[in-house]
């Protein structure tokens, strides 16, 4: 008999075990596939390395305005690959240590609730006091003709590929398509992006995400937005364009970006009566399910879909089921889309706020404003724009796009995060010469 | 001779004194024994004596500083006489003066503290406790710009002390600037945290609590009042409500009478069962029974502002059809708030009907000096042994709260037995 059972080795199931382990208690964690979940083996981390090496090939080509020559330069993609199959095997034996030394016992396989304190893996059944589901997502399949076919990729088999393609469509302008276009882009491929919605990055500020759009524009990608795509055949793809007209365009690669969906089934939610629904099973801000005894956090929940947030959502549950109270929190989590350049959010947009009808202050300044952003980027661009209740100065929201804005989102998030006032904020003191400098500036402005 | 005076060690716990006052200044004569300054522990004041004849050469401290023990005070001596080779380390007048500041200037109005200042005044109004506080804990609210509404103190005479208010500060729950621009802004005050380490947001803030209406704290009075001198007991029982419905059908089929509802027909047959049972129908005052002929019905009334007790005169003289008119009328002008306070008085005995929101049996609370209330209660289903048969019958419950003091057990429950008899037979009693 456990004290938690977790199912799934995502950032928030790990985390969720180590943390029960440290608070004293008997863990068990299952994952029928590696450790670390989408996460580590097919989401953020490889995502961040490959776009690593495009952005590094990219600045190559740029090196002599920096006053350094280069010779030829290659994209050299198995190297590439291999890069990143280091890089997450490193990670993957952290979280392995990490469960050793706080004592989580790991068992393989896949786990399937058979009551709600108990669970069958194979012949084997465990029961525990509580069970955590953190089983996260999976690429989504929207009912296009053809999109299950071999020759589309997503996001789990993007990363198998052994050659630049010459020519790259991705259905899906949101994070995930965003940031593979910017990949494929800077390593050489032409990409265009096909878009159901008007807007790129949707659930983004929209001045912020307009800028993404023309700055990629700019670097050559060739977006479609309210484009519908109809379906799939080979190497075509046929779509209805904005105007409604229908039109096809062929590639040597299609990826499917989207979006994620919940992994609800296999897991015998049903039998054991957990509340759930194709978006996600549904929990309370303690990360409760309507099971006592079961909970959830992450992908699973459909709530965030962020991996920090899981990892939140997880100990979150956590405290909880062992007598600590605690709540999750969604109005500080900060998301970043690691684009070149990066876009780095947290808080309300614009236009949440306005539709709430909050009267609010902006302040929007360019990223040249700090210098170390001029010195680090040549030719770079980008802004920080903050939003601020009118009344009280309340940072309601910060919106940033240019590199290295992920770095410094956190301060921000703290902000937001404590209901700090423009008139509080204005106290911190920000390293200079540093990017974030760009943050403070953004601040002062808001009158 | 100069010689130095330094704070004296008053207990194992005492570190430090706050110079509270000074008695005598620089360059003026003191005899031995006369008070030079008083100084302030956490616990008590203590009075420093001249130990010698003499001028005070210096006194080292303003008035609100915090002094170590052992720390020369001021100097005795010769007129003229230097002091200055007493002076004590890190006590340049200039420093003490500044210190002095903190403790005696009004706060900034900027509220420094990231505290919960309950009250929406100023940060710098006096507080409730303010007149409690020790010297020491006025400069700690001072210097922490912290001016919580309440605390215990723990001081002789409930004295707030500076430990009191320091431990207040450091355990209330941290507000976070918005919530706090907020609560000096409107009339919210901070409810359980719940941000980051319990901090308040602006999502935790409640409406503070209200005082309640005038006439709130009337009926609260007078139902204390009733509890507090009266020996109240209930009686609860059951009739047959049969002839009730009838007649009440009978009413809504004849267009164009009176609207009588079966509370009007309990109250017309408690009227006169009270007629019948006179020994109810009065008033138990300073020990003396006050027996009346007349009937004068209390009903309770639920208005916007609480609770009313409209009072039908005379209603022994009113046919159901007028008593149900006049029951309307008081009625409206009780939740309108255009009654007369004369119709809110003078009742014999009061019904309370709670029937009509499905209440099947509650305790009325007697409205002194009326020694008897009648609850209504709701109609149901009833099994009836009828022949060997069991049947259903539509039952009204009554429940009869009486004074104990003149009113027994069995004089209750007659008469309850006769409110019954005549419900059973209101059809004959009243003719629609």
Known sequence: MYDLIVIGACPGGYEAAAHAARMGKRVALIERGCLGGTCLNVGCIPAKTFLRSSKLFHECGQAASYGVRLGSIEFDMPAVVARKNRVVDTLTKGVEGMLKRTGVESITGHARLIARNAVQVGAERYEAANILLATGSRPAKPPIPGLASEGVLDSDTVFALTRVPERVVIIGGGVIGLEFACFFSEIGSKVIVFEMLPNIAAGSDLEISSRLLHIMKRAGIEFNLSAKVLGIDGNTIRYAASGGSESSVSADCILNATGRSPVVDGLGLEEVGVDFSPKGVKTSDLGKTNVAGVWACGDVTGRRMLAHAATREGIVAVNNMFGKKDRIRYQGIPSVIYTHPEVSSVGKTEEEIKALGIEYKKSVVPMAVAGRFLVEHDGGTGMVKVLAGARFGEILGVHAIGDASSEFIVAAAAMVETEMCVSDASEIVYPHPTVSEALREAILGVH | ?432
């Not at chain 2, 001016?147 to 500076?162: D, F, K, N, Q, T």
């Not at chain 2, 409500?241 to 079966?262: C, E, F, H, T, W």
């Open chain 2, 1 to 432: 001779m100069a010689i130095p005076v330094e704070v004296p060690k008053f207990g194992n716990s005492v570190e430090e004194c706050l110079i509270a006052k000074w008695l005598k200044r620089k360059g003026e004569w003191v005899s031995t024994g006369e008070i030079v300054v008083e100084i302030e522990t956490d616990k008590a004041t203590f009075e420093i004596p001249a130990p010698v004849d003499g001028t005070v050469l210096e006194t080292f401290f303003e008035e609100g500083a915090l002094v170590p023990v052992f720390t020369n005070l001021f100097v005795l001596g010769e007129a003229g006489e230097s002091a200055a080779a007493f002076r004590p380390q890190g006590a340049a007048p200039a420093q003490a003066a500044a210190v002095a500041e903190v403790s005696a200037s009004v706060p900034p109005v900027t509220q420094i503290a990231d505290r919960p200042a309950a009250s929406p005044a100023p940060a710098h109004a006096p507080t409730a406790s303010a007149g409690a506080l020790s010297p020491r804990a006025r400069r700690f609210a001072a210097q922490h710009n912290f001016h919580p509404p309440a605390v215990a103190g723990s001081g002789p005479g409930g004295r707030v002390l500076e430990e009191d208010l320091r431990k207040e500060f450091y355990s209330s729950p941290r507000v976070s600037s918005l919530a706090k621009k907020r609560m000096q802004d409107c009339t919210e005050v901070a409810g359980a945290g719940s941000g980051v380490a319990g901090m308040v947001l602006s999502g935790d803030l409640v409406a503070p609590a209200t005082r309640i209406s005038g006439i709130r704290e009337k009926i609260a009075r007078r139902m204390r009042e009733s509890l507090a001198n009266t020996a109240q007991y209930t009686l609860t029982a059951s009739a047959n409500a049969s002839g009730l419905l009838l007649l009440r059908a009978k009413v809504k089929a004849s267009k164009g009478v009176v609207d009588i509802n079966i509370n009007d027909l309990v109250t017309f047959c408690t009227i006169r069962a009270l007629l019948e049972v006179p020994e109810l129908n009065v008033e138990f005052i300073d020990g003396k029974i006050c027996r009346h002929t007349e009937v004068h019905i209390g009903f309770a009334c639920d208005t916007p502002r609480g609770l009313m007790v409209p009072v039908v005169r005379n209603a022994h003289t009113l046919t159901a059809g007028e008593l149900s008119l006049k029951v309307k009328e008081l009625t409206g002008q009780a939740v309108k708030g255009a009654i007369s306070v004369d119709d809110l008085s003078g009742a014999t005995f009061t019904l309370s009907n709670l029937g009509s929101l499905g209440i099947e049996s509650f305790t009325p609370l007697l409205n002194p000096p009326q020694v008897a209330i009648l609850g209504v209660n709701a109609i149901q289903l009833k099994p009836v042994r009828r022949d060997g048969r069991i049947e259903f019958i539509d039952s009204i419950g009554l429940s009869l709260t009486l004074d104990h003091q003149v009113i027994d057990g069995a004089p209750g429950a007659r008469f309850l037995k006769v409110v019954r008899e005549k419900i059973e037979s209101v059809e004959s009693l009243c003719t629609i």
